[in-house]
């Protein structure tokens, strides 16, 4: 799709970019998407998903869908920020958008908006706390105006484990939860005084009297970023003495991950943790480069220490998210289910703890297509103690999805599950992509990216060949296969020996 440039927001102009062929899933058919040179991938395929229809899509031009009925709302209503401009601009610099249902211009129903914490952090390290209070502001308007009869908004952050990264703030530690304290405190303030100001102007303000409780605690003391605190305490006193109610009952949350935060190239979402340092692409994730860079280590030293048996990346689970999650809870309006720390009840199996420094390989293949990594990680005896599954340039929500069931795989043989059950529940397991196996000689065809995993698992660590070669059809057609259409004659039973391979080779005859 071409759109000429007198056509495009005047923030688009002069901005490089390329295309690109994306689809929000391996299923689907790709689309073209024109977006800016510095976006990778994950945002096209992001933008794919956001942008309505199957037609070829431009960046600039699927925001102007949205941002022009917004803009041209606020006109009607006497506003006179302009929030056409702030709304391109917030994009373009990858500090914020909305979600799904913006994009879709069906916004009834909780629209919500991210802003993106490492895009507000500027060389020095100095956190723009003036843009960032701008930034929410203009998202409790655009909202306001996308959907005017909507009460409960959701104004949220995300990645804040890459902002506290390139910090050089440990996720796990004091100081991080109170700089997420006074973020979250800071989000708060803007966003119900930008409330207050939308109820000035449109009426239907929830509550009549001058200013409101104060339902939200003030920032920690000891915040490790300049000026943060100060402009947190600023922005909740502006919200408590407002002369007139907020318009909504709700403005901020924190959610999960989605497309959204695929788009801006947000790590992780919300205020969760670092999963991995590693990226799909098998190279270091951003934050983890960050994380590096602010505590002065080389790449080459950061591989020493590994080698050493060390890790110079820290990474947490769910005790720190939890312990995060408890720390801006106070401040916000909604917040997904507390993570709760994995607790062992007495008597449960124990884990046996991988070496530090440990063999293992890494596998390159691709399924039909669909380029993947297999990495192992090996206890002293030989035998398999974890897997990661890396994939190349599938969706955001694809590969997390896959990065857990490979932990979930890890947590299951350290603890004592044998590998031949893993093998039994996922070979032969049918979506897409799948087909022909290129880069490895021991798996000829796979009917998924976990029929492959566990095929080529079971040929190099049980030294299985006794797996029947995979039948590959269309993912929309299982159970419709052309086995599955041939009744079982009399001593027309499976050669396989696996109690798994004899279900599946049975079939019922029809009258």
Known sequence: MKTARSQLHRTWHGVRMRRAEAAPDPDAAPRL?????????????????????????????????????????????????????????????????????????DAADAPGFVLNLPAFLEDGGVFDAAGFAEAVETAVFALSFAAPSVRDIDIGFADLAGLLAALGVDYASD???????????????????????????????????????????????????????????????????AAIGPRHRATTAIDHAGLTEALLGAETGGIAPAFSPVSAAGGLTRAARAWLAAEAVSTEAALANVLAGGNPLPVHGAAAHAAMHDAVAPYVHAMPPRPVPMQVPAGAAHRRDLPARRAGYTQKAAVGGHKLFVRTGEYDDGTLGEVVIALHKEGAAFRGLMDNFALAVSLGLQHGVPLERFVEAFTFTRFGPAGVVEGDPAVKKATSLLDYTFRHLAANYLGRRDLPEAEIEDADTVGDGAREQSPLLPLDLPAEASPRARRRGLRVVGK
């Open 175 to 241: 100081a991080a939860r109170d700089l997420a304290r006074a973020l979250a405190c800071l989000l708060r303030g803007h966003a119900d005084a930008a409330s207050c100001a939308v109820a000035a102007l449109l009426g239907a303000a929830r509550s009549s009297a001058g200013g409101m409780a104060a339902t939200w605690p003030e920032p920690p003391a000891n915040v490790p970023v300049r000026g943060l605190r100060e402009a947190a305490v600023t922005a909740r006193q502006a919200a408590l003495s």
């Open 33 to 105: 998407v024109t977006l800016p040179a510095t976006w990778d991938d994950t945002s096209a395929a992001a933008l794919a998903a956001l942008a309505p229809g199957a037609a070829p899509v431009t960046l600039a031009a699927a925001a102007a869908a949205w941002i022009d009925p917004i803009a041209a709302a606020a006109r009607e209503a006497g506003m006179e920020t302009p929030l056409a401009d702030r709304l391109h601009r917030l994009l373009l610099l990858r500090r914020g958008a909305p979600t799904a249902a913006v994009w879709a211009l």
